[in-house]
């Protein structure tokens, strides 16, 4: 499945149409977000059963904002609607990998019974 461009347009629409979704928060001026796009790309192409997106913080400030993000490039990981994973800073491929392998394993329904635990 390839990198898709998300809006706020389109955001919600595409978050809830898919069960796994990764999210490359980025700026254009922002080099490690440069550095990092090819180390998605890759990732994205090693699980094309997930969807990966991309948001462009400068053109999607509303996106940005809705969500807290402050630092780019910033990772973001939903299962089932649900943040996962959410870390500023750019991933080393091994880490990124699994830390996509650990999204894909993780036991939706224990982790909504921790969310209404708290």
């Keep these: 499945m390839p990198i898709i461009d998300l809006s706020e347009n389109s955001f919600e629409r595409i978050v809830t149409a898919h069960d796994l ?12 977000c440069r550095s990092f796009a090819p180390v998605f790309e890759k990732i994205a192409e090693a699980f094309p059963e997930i969807l990966f997106a991309k948001v462009n913080t400068e053109e999607q400030q509303g996106i940005a904002t809705k969500l807290n993000i402050r630092t780019v490039p910033t990772i ?41 635990r708290h």
């Design 21 to 32: 979704v990764i999210i490359d928060y980025w700026a254009p001026w922002c080099g490690p």
């Design 76 to 116: 973001m990981i939903l299962r089932e609607q649900i943040v996962v994973f959410n870390q500023p800073g750019a991933l080393a491929e091994s880490a990124f990998r699994e830390v996509v392998r650990k999204a894909k394993e993780l036991d939706m329904d224990d982790v909504r019974k921790q969310i209404e």
